[in-house]
């Protein structure tokens, strides 16, 4: 690791200046993947910003009651815990139970996982030669490499990459909103335009900023919790990335379903959701609902490598899944 | 008089566990020493090709650097001779700095030191290397043409065998042939626990002291003295702990060389620690291996002839064949059996021993192909390994010493449940829908005693110490050999303490091949024994002896104290015998070399594995929730190391059956894996919450310990397949390669 200066401001404005002038600096909240890139050498920060003193932990409702405000450090183990959560936002509590170890989610924060980067081997290891992500134009070694945890929607031919959170992919169904600072001032960016698409740089993960400091993620009040579900499959047991999961949350009245939100992870670069597909069961009867076509039409165009094709199966099972299940809890 | 009743076979908790859980043990990296500088390790980015140059300008400048080690300024190694180099002996043979050429991904090229561990690694990495690239070999399958046939495994066993002939029954009784299968196994690292490790020292008579994690401590010494071109005395290895091996730190690795000319180049003690990822390519690993049954019975599923050929991979720089068909020969009653092993040499690390070498990954195909024949003549899987039982070696036509693997069948069913077991695949499903799965495998490893010897000694407080250069590999050896001192002596254990781990004491084998307790203790109990005699001598001998006039045989050593069994009045303590004979302490030395029964007779341990797995159907996740593992290992000397070390060994064959691969980059030959987030291991909730584990514990009558064979690798051996066949029993669908992942069967 190279040598560095630490600093540990005690105000978001410090943080913020902090950031704007100091070379190659970068915050450290949980520093669970900062550290882990750190040492691979994928990052080699000069200065690092401690933000645990900004007081941005903080889990209550939005300002006016509703919803719920959620502090950029709040740790993965305090948010899945917390009651308001648990009652309100099921969801995103399994999503985040399901992610990494007790031990990772007592150190991890919500705006460091929001901000986790891709688990593709050739971006994490520097002595791969070809990683667009990680030195643009080299190429990308996974398209023709070992690519089973790659994307099948949405990517590009400069990257397949996929975001790896579990944590997001519940905030997508959920409608989160980001809330960031920066040198202009505040904004909101809702979460299904935080992450982007690899398109021509995938050096990019997010639309954030540089300069920019994630405070808080919002989330809109939830009508119906009963029927939201998150399916993760995966290698192992427990610690282990998803292969692919689902975030199901939907609505049932008088024996119809009033909304269905879906997000599939796993499978792009962002947690992939998809209106037209969400379309097909709102208003139609939880029992006859055809979430075979939900599958089909969230995965539309998608497009597999040589050792992700079970990824077309498994995601179109795991959303089949997820909805049987989401529909017959009670 | 009462004698102490014998502490062998009881429960014992591990004597060395406090020192374990209170961090008081310690392992390689944790000795002080004085002016400790730290060395990062130089590593090739390339698999294949020559180094034109090593720019070290920018490393040597960064902060704390002390001296950055190259081919260009490292001492000269000398190549290690025949005994330590030729095929099948322990290690790599290519020395590190031997010349600039580049075999694999990893390989060390130097190492940078510096004040700090931070400091060398970062240094490290400013260290630029420009290389010539050379032909890239990396795909086993499609170089399997370049294949050479290996000769022998460890020098020992035929690679290349047969009896009968099974070509002529393959060509001539086409009617018989059931099943002609492949079935494959990843690369695996073992990932211990402990990293690998080395604390070098230097003193100003060019004597070294070598603190490192190794299994392998005279061995290590032979590797360490050749290279350096030391008399052997001049060489001292130390490693009272091992934090796990699993087959790992038995080689002569590369990296403890580099850290002991470190060392010498900086003049002063340098510490080298591995990182998880140089454990995916500085230490061994078990090769891939693509293995082929063939199986041909009659309709009463006696084997007629049997096939097993592999296909594996070795480094540039050494020849080590995974022996799959080692257990093939042997674990089933058949007139025709062929062996064959296909090596191909590729740009990876060196392979070693892992986890039952050969045997799991042998065993992995063989009992899956038997329960592929079962089906095919819908017989029960068990009845038909009933139906081939081998009654003796049939290699070798030599009697087993031991064997009550039948009852091993039968107590496991039973336990098990499984006669009441559907054979229709997918018949059952739990009430969560998950397709439930019954599947069986037998359990064979061989047992082996190795010579090694002892000393014991006696203080004037009574107290004794056993020394003998074995090994504590987590497996429990503190704790049986103290247990096998206690016996002989008739002292409580807490009187005893037994060290290892240190080329000063009395010579003792590599821990390997499970064959640590039967090797070690017959020569600790002989040294013990010989210092009974001695005190028994002291006691008697002379006129002027305590129990003078009592005959021998009247002496009763028990409970720390010298008796005669005819007046009881006659008895002193240990310590008063020293101090009324004018003795400060007693010692004695004592050794064990296999018997002569060991030529003669077939020496195995066998089991019978029975496994419970449930399958998502639609998402193809596999769980094993039960386990019945009945195992014939002679006698049990501790029922809690023993359950553990089965505990463990059944562990690591879910691990080999479900998750665990290290997966190369064909273009690059680097492994994409190598951390333990990407590199699964079992978790506890992988493992089933109801493992029933038991030992017939019978006695083996030749084996010298008390009877014991030694266990440890047997556990992985039969899980894997056990597990697979489950899988098919659960699902209908047969999976040939591991690892057995929900994208296999979705
Ligand atoms: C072994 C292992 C297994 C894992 N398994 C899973 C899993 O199964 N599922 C899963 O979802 N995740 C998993 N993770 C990832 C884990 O969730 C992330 O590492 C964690 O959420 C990152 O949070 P952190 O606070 O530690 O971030 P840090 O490492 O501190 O930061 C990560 C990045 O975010 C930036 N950042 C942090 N906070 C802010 C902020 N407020 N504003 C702007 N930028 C910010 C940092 O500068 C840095 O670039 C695993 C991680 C490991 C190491
Ligand atoms: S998929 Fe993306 S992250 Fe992976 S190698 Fe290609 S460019 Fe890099």
């Not at chain 1, 006016?64 to 950029?72: E, K, S």
């Not at chain 1, 007790?102 to 924060?109: D, E, G, H, V």
């Not at chain 1, 809330?179 to 904004?187: D, F, S």
Request: net charge neutral.
């Amino acid at each position: 690791m190279n040598n560095f200066a630490y600093v540990r401001p005690n105000d978001i404005d410090s943080a913020l200046n902090l950031i704007r002038t100091r070379p190659k600096a970068r915050f450290l909240a949980g520093g669970t993947n900062l550290l882990d890139l750190w040492k691979m050498g994928v990052e080699q920060p000069q200065t690092l910003i401690d933000i645990s003193r900004l007081g941005l932990a903080d889990i209550a409702p939005r300002p006016d009651g509703t919803g719920l405000r959620i502090g950029a450090l709040a740790r993965n183990s305090d948010v899945a815990e917390h009651s308001l959560v648990l009652s309100q936002y099921p969801v995103l509590s399994r999503a985040l139970l399901a992610g990494a170890s007790p031990q990772l989610r007592n150190a991890a924060t919500v705006g460091g996982n929001l901000m986790q980067r891709t688990r593709c081997p050739y971006f994490y290891d520097p002595a791969f030669p070809s990683c667009n992500k990680r030195k643009p134009g080299s190429g990308c070694g996974a398209l023709n490499g070992y690519n089973r945890i790659h994307a099948i929607l949405g990517q590009s031919d400069q990257c397949i990459a996929t975001n790896p959170s579990d944590m997001c992919v519940a905030l997508a169904v959920l409608d989160a909103q980001v809330r960031v600072i920066g040198p202009g001032g505040e904004r909101v960016i809702p979460i299904g335009e935080f992450h982007r698409l690899p398109g021509d740089h995938p050096e990019l993960d997010s639309t954030l900023q540089p300069n920019e400091l994630i405070t808080a993620v919002d989330l809109p009040p939830m009508a119906d919790t009963k029927h939201a579900v998150y399916l993760k499959v995966r290698d192992r047991s427990l610690y282990a990335f998803a292969l692919v999961s689902v975030a199901a949350a939907l609505a049932i009245e008088n024996g119809s379903i009033t909304s269905a939100r879906i997000a599939l992870g796993g499978v792009a670069h962002k947690p992939w959701r998809e209106p037209e597909a969400e379309a097909l069961i709102q208003g139609v009867s939880p029992d006859h609902a055809p979430f075979d076509r939900v599958a089909d039409r969230l995965l539309q165009g998608a497009h597999a490598y040589r050792y992700n094709q079970y990824k077309l199966n498994l995601a179109r099972k795991s959303v089949i899944r997820a909805l049987s299940v989401a529909v017959a809890s009670v | 008089m009462a004698q102490t009743p014998s502490v062998l076979g009881t429960p014992r908790h591990r004597v060395d566990g406090k020192l374990k859980v209170t961090g008081i043990a310690l392992y390689a990296s944790d000795f002080k020493v004085d002016r400790l500088a730290h060395a990062c390790l130089i590593q090739s980015t390339i698999a294949s090709g020559t180094v034109i140059e090593i720019d070290q300008s920018e490393a040597e400048r960064a902060p704390g650097v002390i001296a950055v080690l190259t081919r260009r300024n490292a001492p000269k190694l000398q190549a290690l001779p025949e005994e330590l180099s030729a095929n099948g002996t322990p290690g790599e043979s290519r020395l590190p700095f031997q010349d600039d050429q580049v075999y694999f991904q990893g390989q060390h090229l130097g190492a940078v030191i510096a004040e700090t561990f931070e400091q060398a690694r970062e240094a490290a990495a400013l260290v630029r290397i420009r290389y010539q690239p050379g032909e890239l070999r990396t795909d086993l399958l499609g170089l399997a043409d370049q294949a050479i046939e290996p000769r022998m495994f460890g020098g020992r066993i035929k690679l290349q065998d047969k009896r009968g002939d099974v070509d002529w029954v393959w060509a001539n009784m086409p009617q018989v042939r059931l099943v002609n299968e492949t079935y494959s196994t990843p690369i695996e690292n073992h990932n211990p626990i402990e990293p690998g490790a080395a604390l070098a020292a230097w003193d100003e008579n060019d004597h070294l002291t070598l603190h490192v994690s190794t299994r392998g401590v005279d061995l290590t010494q032979k590797v360490v003295a050749s290279a350096f071109g030391l008399p052997i005395e001049n060489v001292r290895i130390v490693c009272p702990f091992i934090g796990g091996h699993f087959g790992s730190k038995g080689f002569s690795w590369s990296y403890f060389l580099v850290a002991a000319a470190a060392a010498r180049i900086a003049n002063r003690p340098v510490r080298l620690v591995l990182s998880r990822p140089q454990m995916f390519d500085s230490m061994g690993q078990r090769a891939r291996t693509v293995q082929t049954i063939g199986l041909a019975a009659d309709e009463n599923g006696k084997l007629a002839a049997l096939k097993h050929s592999t296909l594996t991979h070795s480094s540039m720089i050494y020849e080590y064949t995974e022996p799959c068909g080692n257990l093939t020969r042997l674990m089933y009653a058949c007139p025709n059996v062929q062996i064959n092993h296909h090596l191909v040499h590729l740009n990876y690390t060196t392979p070693c021993p892992m986890r039952a070498p050969g045997e799991a990954a042998g065993t992995f195909a063989l009992e899956s192909a038997m329960d592929e024949l079962a089906v095919k003549l819908n017989l029960d899987p068990l009845e038909l390994r009933v139906r081939n039982y081998a009654e003796k070696d049939e290699f070798d036509q030599r009697a087993w010493s031991s064997k009550h693997l039948r009852e091993c069948y039968d107590r496991g069913a039973a336990k098990f449940g499984w006669s009441s077991r559907n054979p229709k695949p997918g018949s059952t499903r739990d009430p969560e829908g998950r397709m439930v799965g019954w599947g069986m495998a037998t359990a064979v490893y061989p047992a082996n005693q190795q010579p090694a010897a002892a000393k014991a000694i006696l203080s004037n407080d009574g107290s004794i110490v056993v020394r003998s250069a074995t090994h504590e590999a987590g497996t429990g050896t503190y704790t049986a050999m103290t247990q096998f001192v206690a016996d002989t002596l008739g002292v409580p254990m807490d009187r005893v303490q037994f060290e290892l781990g240190d080329t000063q004491f009395p010579p003792a084998p590599v821990n390997g091949g499970s064959w640590l307790t039967a090797s070690v203790a017959p020569a600790v109990v002989a040294a013990c024994a010989a210092l009974r005699d001695k005190l028994i001598s002291l006691g008697v001998d002379g006129p002027s002896a305590p129990l003078s006039g009592q005959a021998r045989n009247d002496i009763v050593i028990a409970d720390g104290r010298i008796s005669s069994a005819k007046d009881t009045s006659q008895s002193l303590s240990f310590s008063d015998l020293l101090a009324k004979t004018g003795n400060q302490t007693l010692e004695a030395d004592g050794s064990a070399k296999p018997g002569d029964s060991y030529q003669k007779l077939a020496f195995f341990s066998f089991g019978a594995i029975f496994v419970e797995v449930k399958v998502d159907p639609d998402l193809g996740e596999v769980r094993v929730t039960r386990v019945v593992g009945v195992y014939d290992v002679g006698k049990i000397l501790n029922p809690l190391l023993a359950r553990s070390q089965l505990l463990g060994g059944i562990t690591f064959g879910i691990g080999m059956a479900l998750m665990e691969g290290t997966i190369p980059d064909m273009a690059t030959g680097r492994m994409v894996n190598a951390n333990l987030a990407e590199y699964h291991v079992p978790v506890f909730t992988d493992v089933p919450p109801d493992f029933g584990i038991e030992f017939l514990d019978v006695p083996d009558p030749n084996m010298a310990a008390n009877g014991a064979r030694g266990l440890g690798e047997i556990g992985i051996v039969g899980a894997p397949a056990a597990i697979a066949n489950a899988v098919y029993h659960a699902t209908g669908k047969r999976i040939r390669d591991l690892p057995i992942t929900p994208d296999r069967l979705v």
